[in-house]
Nanobody
């Protein structure tokens, strides 16, 4: 099994920055890619950014140029650096790990951006 523990959420003013962390433990050898999703109040969960085992990244159009996803393989941790935050970035951010035989979600961390 794989466990994901997120941290780094909080309250920030518009224009500010936050960095989210997601630490993976357990049977991580089966993980191919990891990503960050978010769910705003009353909306569906959406992909924010993803990173493959090889380091390829992809981003939602709404965060391109502002958010950066990265991974530290030695620490089995994925990060989401969020800059120039906007009120519409508010939501619960979930870490996801996926592989051929698994898909795991973290418990979520709340990000609130005030105007």
């Amino acid at each position: 099994q794989v466990q994901l523990v997120e941290s780094g959420g909080g309250l920030v003013q518009a224009g500010g920055s936050l960095r989210l962390s997601c630490a993976a433990s357990g049977s991580i050898v089966g993980i191919n890619g990891m990503g960050w999703y978010r769910q705003a109040p009353g909306k569906q969960r959406e992909l924010v950014a993803g990173i493959s085992r090889g380091g390829s990244t992809n981003y939602a159009d709404s965060v391109k140029g502002r958010f950066t996803i990265s991974r530290d393989n030695a620490k089995n941790t994925v990060y989401l650096q969020m800059n120039s935050l906007k009120p519409e970035d508010t939501g619960v951010y979930y870490c996801n790990a996926a592989g051929r035989y698994l898909e795991v979600w973290g418990q979520g961390t709340l990000v609130t951006v005030s105007s």
